[in-house]
Nanobody
Framework: QVQLVESGGGLVQAGGSLRLSCAAS????????MGWFRQAPGKERQFVAA????????DYADSVKGRFTISRDNAKNTMYLQMNSLRPEDTAIYYC???????????????WGQGTQVTVSS
């Protein structure tokens, strides 16, 4: 089992920045691909970014490319999402996920956190 806990969400003005963290415990964190997903009210959950086990390979949704950066620190069992130039449309609950992903974007991801709210005001 892997337990994932997100933190770092909050309220920020458009153009601002936030850094999300995902702390993992349980089975070997460094073995898994990790991803960030988000879900806005009334919308389906969507892929945001993902990173492979070593941190060498990453993938991003087109809507966040150039603004968001995913990273991980296997020594700290933690993954991060640096979000810059935030827009109101980035408002959502952000979830981290871990798994033996065949592809970074599509997973599959077997373990999920509870989510952290990000709200971007205009």
């Amino acid at each position: 089992q892997v337990q994932l806990v997100e933190s770092g969400g909050g309220l920020v003005q458009a153009g601002g920045s936030l850094r999300l963290s995902c702390a993992a415990s349980g089975r070997s964190f460094s073995s898994f691909a990790m991803g960030w997903f988000r879900q806005a009210p009334g919308k389906e959950r969507q892929f945001v970014a993902a990173i492979n086990w070593s941190g060498v390979n990453t993938d991003y949704a087109d809507s966040v490319k150039g603004r968001f950066t995913i990273s991980r620190d296997n020594a700290k069992n933690t993954m991060y999402l640096q979000m810059n130039s935030l827009r109101p449309e980035d408002t959502a609950i952000y979830y981290c996920a871990a798994g033996w992903a065949t592809t970074l974007k599509n997973g599959p991801y077997d373990y999920w956190g509870q989510g952290t709210q990000v709200t971007v005001s205009s």
